[in-house]
């Protein structure tokens, strides 16, 4: 079984940075997209980033300019930059792993985004 370890979250100030990562416990085979999502207090879950096979990028709009996704293939670990935080990034963040056959999740780590 796949798991996937989330990292880097904590307390930031506004205007702060962090940087996320999320590392499988094994290697993953059919790797079709890598993603973080998150979901605040009350709301649902949304896609933050995502990184697909060919590279392609994908941004929510709120985070567009200040967030930055990467990944690392070898070690099948996917990261978030993430810049000039404010309190609407509040939230818990998610790692997503998507293959062909299977959708994996990360436990979660929360970010927290003072004024």
């Known amino acids: 079984q796949v798991q996937l370890v989330e990292s880097g979250g904590g307390l930031v100030q506004a205007g702060g940075s962090l940087r996320l990562s999320c590392v499988a416990s094994?290697?993953?085979?059919?790797?079709?997209?890598m993603g973080w999502y998150r979901q605040a207090p009350g709301k649902q879950r949304e896609e933050v980033a995502s990184?697909?096979?060919?590279?392609?990028?994908n941004y929510a709009d709120s985070v567009k300019g200040r967030f930055t996704i990467s990944r690392e293939n070898v070690k099948d670990t996917v990261y978030l930059q993430m810049n000039s935080l404010n309190r609407e990034d509040t939230a818990v963040y998610y790692c997503?792993?998507?293959?062909?056959?299977?959708?994996?999740w990360g436990q979660g780590t929360q970010v927290t985004v003072s004024s």
């Open positions: 990184i697909r096979r060919d590279g392609t990028l």
């Open positions: 997503n792993v998507q293959t062909f056959g299977n959708s994996y």
């Open positions: 094994r290697m993953i085979f059919g790797i079709n997209v």
